[in-house]
């Protein structure tokens, strides 16, 4: 039923390294939305946007950054990873009027 | 501010039989929505039922309904004859209509469901 896509599913990468988690959904949701989610544990926003141009830091401190050029595209890119990046980024979307949240099947990113 | 808790980490239930999952909400705004997704092992989060402050019947999606106690701010999840598939995390996420539309996320309850 979802039509949101992330890549890439599995990140295993060197500390220092730049990367761009992918995201991007066909659905024409205005809303989107990234979380981070440690194992077993709650999922903490960390970005949201409401539209192209519009970029919001959530509630939880991140050191990564996005970008909303296009409706159906949002990045998230790290550009130093250290360990502690190490977790589960999950993207998210819904329209304006959309009580459903829309996932993606989430990065498991590990900086060693 | 809003928050969810959700005060079991781990729960076990036979197979076949009911189970139910706590969740309980704050939040002072009036108008609200509550979630229930379920996370498998593989990691993504699927969403199961929804209920919004305003409905005055409890909500309810095949084996899944939603308990809504409004003046005692719960919203437990009820999953009836339960199956071996039902193995998964819980989340109890609540969505403020004032505060941006972000839903919060509770800490999440690991369901086992024994044979």
């Known amino acids: 039923e979802a039509d949101i896509y992330q890549t890439p599913r599995y990140l295993v990468i060197g500390t220092g390294k730049k990367i761009t988690l992918e995201c991007s959904q066909t659905?024409?949701?205005?809303?989107m939305y990234w979380y981070q989610q440690d194992p077993g544990m709650e999922l903490h926003l960390i970005h949201y946007s409401y539209g192209v141009n519009s970029t919001e830091k959530g509630d939880l401190s991140s050191e990564s950054t996005v970008s909303r050029i296009r409706t159906e595209h949002f990045p998230l890119t790290l550009e130093s990873a250290r360990p502690s990046h190490t977790s589960q980024y999950l993207c998210a979307s819904n329209s304006f009027s959309g009580e459903k949240l829309f996932f993606g099947s989430g990065t498991q990113l590990s900086v060693l | 501010a809003q928050k969810i808790t959700q005060t079991q980490p781990g729960m076990f239930v036979q197979e076949k039989e009911a189970v139910t999952l706590d969740c309980t909400y704050d939040?002072?705004?009036?108008?609200?929505?509550l979630f229930w997704y379920k996370q498998p092992s593989s990691g993504e989060m699927i969403f199961l039922i929804y209920?919004?402050?305003?409905?005055?019947q409890n909500a309810t999606e095949g084996r899944y309904s939603l308990n809504f106690q409004k003046a005692r701010k719960s919203a437990n999840l009820v999953i009836s004859a339960s199956q071996l598939g039902d193995s998964a995390m819980y989340f109890c996420a609540m969505r403020v209509n004032n505060a941006g539309n972000m839903l919060t996320f509770g800490g999440g309850t690991r369901l086992m469901v024994k044979p």
């Open positions: 659905m024409g949701h205005d809303k």
């Open positions: 939040t002072s705004d009036p108008s609200y929505g």
């Open positions: 209920q919004g402050s305003y409905d005055q």
